[in-house]
């Protein structure tokens, strides 16, 4: 089966800009996940989604972040305006459903954002 | 709020060496725990998953051990070889409450296997 896919893979702008990266999870996987991994640090939930609904969106910062997935496949995160401290790689997951939180989870490649 | 960490923050082992990586977590109501392997500028592979209700589990040269009302798991990488250079993470998967389901990452362990 085809992969977690994201793009773009690289972005680099400048502070106050906005970008917005992409994912396509694995067909069929009704659970997202957008995680943000600092360098030298493991990855932050920012949002999880079932299907087209959003389940913990606790740790995204809301007054420049935001994710939807609209009809329950793709999904987009938007930053903005972005912040130097926003330099990081967006790692999109899913998960199988019907495994609940037993799954395993898949990773796509990650799209890293630099901010200058 | 559940916590992993990881030891060590870096390893560098020379070829054929058996090592073991340590992760910790603070709050045993997980429903699993699950090993990744991340390899420079890419996403993350899965390794290992390994359910509360198991002990461990094997992949090849892989044997993970979960004790989880100690909150501990280890990796165990046998016979190790240039190509398992990368950064291990681990993450468990919290049972209950508003963090349902949510996966915990450690900060990694970075491993360097040199020739």
């Known amino acids: 089966e085809a992969g977690v896919a994201q793009s773009p893979r690289y972005k680099i702008i400048e502070k106050r800009q906005s970008v917005a990266f992409w994912c396509n999870p694995i067909?069929?996987?009704?659970?997202l996940y957008w995680y943000q991994q600092i360098l030298g640090q493991g990855p932050k939930l920012l949002i999880q989604?079932?299907?087209?609904?959003?389940?913990?969106d606790s740790q995204l910062p809301k007054d420049r972040f935001s994710a939807e997935r609209l009809k329950g496949v793709d999904s987009t995160l938007k930053i903005q305006p972005a912040k130097l401290e926003d330099s990081a790689v967006y790692l999109c997951?899913?998960?199988?459903?019907?495994?609940?939180?037993?799954?395993?989870?898949?990773f796509g490649e990650g799209s890293r954002l630099t901010v200058l | 709020k559940q916590e992993v960490t990881q030891i060590p923050a870096a390893l560098s082992v020379p070829e054929g060496e058996n090592l073991v990586l340590n992760c910790s977590f603070t709050?045993?109501?997980?429903?699993?725990l699950q090993w990744f392997r991340q390899d420079p500028g890419k996403g993350l592979t899965s390794l290992l998953l390994?359910?509360?209700?198991?002990r461990e589990q094997t992949s090849g040269r892989l044997n993970a051990s979960l004790d989880k009302s100690s909150g501990r798991s280890t990796l165990y990488i046998a016979a190790s070889q240039p190509g398992d250079s990368a950064t291990y993470l681990c993450a468990v998967s919290n049972a209950g409450g508003t963090s349902y389901g949510k996966l915990t990452f450690g900060q990694g362990t970075i491993l360097t296997v040199h020739p």
């Open positions: 390994i359910q509360s209700s198991q």
């Open positions: 997951a899913s998960r199988r459903p019907g495994q609940g939180a037993v799954g395993e989870l898949f």
């Open positions: 067909s069929g996987h009704a659970t």
């Open positions: 989604f079932q299907n087209n609904g959003v389940v913990d």
């Open positions: 709050d045993s109501a997980i429903y699993n």
